[in-house]
Nanobody, 123 residues
Framework: QVQLVESGGGLVQAGDSLRLSCAAS????????MGWFRQAPGKEREFVAV????????YYADSVKGRFTISRDNAETMVYLQMNSLKPEDTAVYYC????????????????WGQGTQVTVSS
């Protein structure tokens, strides 16, 4: 069992950067693939990025590739999403999730979810 708590969201301007954090509790954190998803109002939850169990591999949605970086610290049971060159279309609630499959890009593949953190990018 893993509990996830996101933080770091906020209101920024286009072109700014923001780093989201996801704190995980539970002794089995390193056994999970960790992903970030986002959901804008009126839209379905969308895959953003995923990182492998040991952090050696990452996979990104085309819409964020080159701008976002996912990382993890298994010793601290943390996952991060560094977001650079933010655009208004990045506005959404961002969710951290834990799963077993690689590379898991579908929400249905994830077992545990955080409550989300709001990111708003103004133009």
């Amino acid at each position: 069992q893993v509990q996830l708590v996101e933080s770091g969201g906020g209101l920024v301007q286009a072109g700014d950067s923001l780093r989201l954090s996801c704190a995980a509790s539970g002794r089995t954190f390193s056994r999970y693939v960790m992903g970030w998803f986002r959901q804008a109002p009126g839209k379905e939850r969308e895959f953003v990025a995923v990182i492998s169990w040991n952090g050696g591999s990452t996979y990104y949605a085309d819409s964020v590739k080159g701008r976002f970086t996912i990382s993890r610290d298994n010793a601290e049971t943390m996952v991060y999403l560094q977001m650079n060159s933010l655009k208004p279309e990045d506005t959404a609630v961002y969710y951290c999730a834990a799963g077993r499959n690689w590379p898991a890009s579908q929400a249905s593949e994830y077992i545990h979810w955080g409550q989300g953190t709001q990111v708003t990018v103004s133009s």
